[in-house]
């Protein structure tokens, strides 16, 4: 059963720069080009995208986004899972390499109509105003929300790119696709 209040089950959104989408599925969207997250693709791969989250504005929360419309990691080919897994390792210490975070976590459900991985950065006022664990992500997310401003906006695109860099230099090397 889909739930319409689950992230990217709805049919639009507002992404943190305030630019509406309209869609059938936020994940396919994002994947043929239909829709442009800010800050740009950080990465694309043969099966996988790599970018911010559209929604959240919170520097280095990151969505691993595969390319093929499925809702689970069983219904992966092997070569989407070596991708997948590949992509989120890099993510991952591409956020800890550049000091941008030193912990994440990493969330999937099935509930998605679309499979995607949030790989979400662990900050300190994170842990002060809400506490530490999963339960908190979505309080979080909503308080990041409601306080957005231009320098969180300008962090969030920085890291973008910081994070973009990375990945052309040392993730992937000749096999990076730059778009």
């Given at each position: 059963?889909?739930?319409?209040?689950?992230?990217?089950?709805?049919?639009?959104?507002?992404?943190?720069?305030?630019?509406?989408?309209?869609?059938?599925?936020?994940?396919?969207?994002?994947?043929?080009?239909?829709?442009?997250?800010?800050?740009?693709?950080?990465?694309?791969?043969?099966?996988?995208?790599?970018?911010?989250?559209?929604?959240?504005?919170?520097?280095?929360?990151?969505?691993?986004?595969?390319?093929?419309?499925?809702?689970?990691?069983?219904?992966?080919?092997?070569?989407?899972?070596?991708?997948?897994?590949?992509?989120?390792?890099?993510?991952?210490?591409?956020?800890?390499?550049?000091?941008?975070?030193?912990?994440?976590?990493?969330?999937?459900?099935?509930?998605?109509?679309?499979?995607?991985?949030?790989?979400?950065?662990?900050?300190?006022?994170?842990?002060?105003?809400?506490?530490?664990?999963?339960?908190?992500?979505?309080?979080?997310?909503?308080?990041?929300?409601k306080n957005v401003n231009e320098n969180n906006i300008k962090e969030i695109l920085n890291t973008i790119e910081k994070i973009r860099k990375y990945f052309e230099e040392q993730a992937f090397g000749d096999t990076y696709q730059k778009l």
């Amino acid at each position: 059963m889909k739930d319409k209040n689950f992230a990217g089950n709805s049919e639009s959104a507002i992404d943190f720069l305030g630019k509406k989408w309209n869609y059938e599925c936020m994940g396919c969207a994002i994947s043929n080009g239909d829709i442009k997250i800010p800050g740009g693709i950080i990465y694309e791969g043969k099966h996988t995208l790599l970018g911010a989250d559209p929604i959240i504005p919170i520097p280095g929360f990151l969505i691993v986004n595969v390319k093929r419309h499925v809702n689970s990691f069983s219904q992966l080919d092997k070569e989407e899972r070596y991708e997948i897994v590949n992509v989120i390792s890099y993510a991952e210490k591409a956020l800890k390499e550049l000091h941008i975070t030193e912990e994440v976590t990493l969330v999937q459900e099935e509930r998605s109509k679309h499979l995607h991985v949030w790989i979400f950065p662990n900050y300190k006022w994170m842990t002060e105003k809400f506490g530490k664990g999963i339960k908190y992500l979505r309080d979080i997310s909503e308080y990041a929300k409601k306080n957005v401003n231009e320098n969180n906006i300008k962090e969030i695109l920085n890291t973008i790119e910081k994070i973009r860099k990375y990945f052309e230099e040392q993730a992937f090397g000749d096999t990076y696709q730059k778009l």
